[in-house]
């Protein structure tokens, strides 16, 4: 049984063997995004402790060659496994790449102070599974009041920053650059050749990459364009078009995840800021698309950084707004991830 298909039978208690707390919470950790769906992680738990290392033969050496986006996604899982710890009523102490000599240990939680979640945690904790990846455009409908201020607000907490491109301009010049990334993936044979590793025919019994049912079959037009990663091949597989798919779509509020400098903690703090955003957005209905191609591509994401960033380092690219198909994902089961 998953920890999401009946949270109070399994819910462990205070009383609960470290054990069962280690399983719960990877469990939950293992729901966070990764690029390319790759789940670049494994996991221990020993005592009150849980640790998390970076799975590099998880990596991308074309597209991620210095780890940069296998860092995201592992301080996306260490968020998640923060938020699962608190919604048991522990309070994490966290201690990011705690040892120097092993820069695949990304991080070592440890607890001993009981502390009762809050609503808020609750929330997160729910939105956890949830959350899923959005591969498209979007429809008409405004955000919430105040809701861009509050991701703001969120990714801030994390020590990163959510830039939203308001302007016409900017955004189309976004549009623009993550085109042009998207072009260069397609065109460039080892990073197509990368990417197809990681999408998964219809049928298949794998439990990462991305699968037919996590996007539509039918790319809907969006204004303006921010074209999705090509997981099909040029396959007609995905999700079948719903009854408004003829229509234009909105690229709906389009934001870009900064930091202020470029280093693997900060990768990490990304993650975990990408996170926690992602969550709250889907605690408050919101759906949210994620772009990394152009920051794959040397030129285009030194040309983010300095004309559309103000000179802090672009993370991540992200849309939100209103989506009625969600796709769901695949996550391997915990035992093949917790030692």
């Known amino acids: 049984m998953s920890v999401f298909d009946s949270p109070s039978d399994v819910l462990p208690d205070q009383a609960s063997s470290p054990e069962e707390i280690a399983r719960f919470v990877v469990e939950a950790a293992i729901n966070a995004p990764s690029v390319n769906n790759t789940q670049p992680w494994w996991f221990y738990g020993i005592d009150r402790e849980i640790g998390m290392h970076a799975d590099t033969e998880r990596s991308l050496p074309v597209a991620d ?6 860092m995201i996604s592992c301080g996306a899982a260490l968020f998640t496994a923060r938020v699962a710890l608190r919604y048991l009523g522990v309070v994490p102490k966290v201690r990011v790449l705690p040892e120097q000599d092993l820069p695949t240990l990304v991080a070592k939680i440890n607890w001993s102070e009981s502390v009762p979640a809050v609503g808020y945690e609750r929330e997160l904790f729910a939105a956890v599974p949830r959350r899923h990846t959005h591969r498209g455009g979007f429809g008409p409908e405004p955000l919430p009041a105040g809701a861009l201020a509050a991701l703001q607000i969120e990714a801030a907490k994390e020590g990163a920053k959510l830039l939203v491109l308001a302007g016409e301009d900017q955004r189309d010049a976004l549009a623009a ?3 042009a990334g998207d072009y260069a993936l397609r065109h460039d044979e080892a990073r197509a050749r990368e990417q197809a590793h990681w999408g998964t025919g219809p049928g298949s019994r794998r439990r990462d990459g991305v699968p037919p049912s996590a996007y539509p079959a039918r790319q809907a037009r969006i204004e303006p364009n921010f074209p999705a990663r090509d997981f099909a091949h040029g396959h007609d597989w995905g999700l079948p078009p719903d009854s408004g798919d003829h229509l234009a779509r909105s690229a709906g509020i389009v934001t870009v995840l900064t930091t202020s400098s470029d280093r693997p903690h900060d990768w ?17 209905g919101l759906a949210a698309a994620l772009h990394s191609q152009p920051l794959e591509v040397p030129q285009l994401r030194d040309f983010s950084k300095v004309h559309l960033c103000d000179g802090a380092y672009p993370q991540m690219v992200l849309r939100f707004g209103a989506a009625g198909q969600t796709g769901a994902s695949v996550r391997r089961p915990v035992q093949d991830v917790l030692l």
Request: glycine fraction near 8%; proline fraction near 4%.
């Open 65 to 70: 060659p210095d780890g940069r986006e296998m």
């Open 268 to 284: 990490i703090s990304a993650g975990q800021a990408l996170q926690r955003v992602l969550l709250f957005a889907a605690s408050s």
């Open 177 to 179: 650059v993550v085109e």
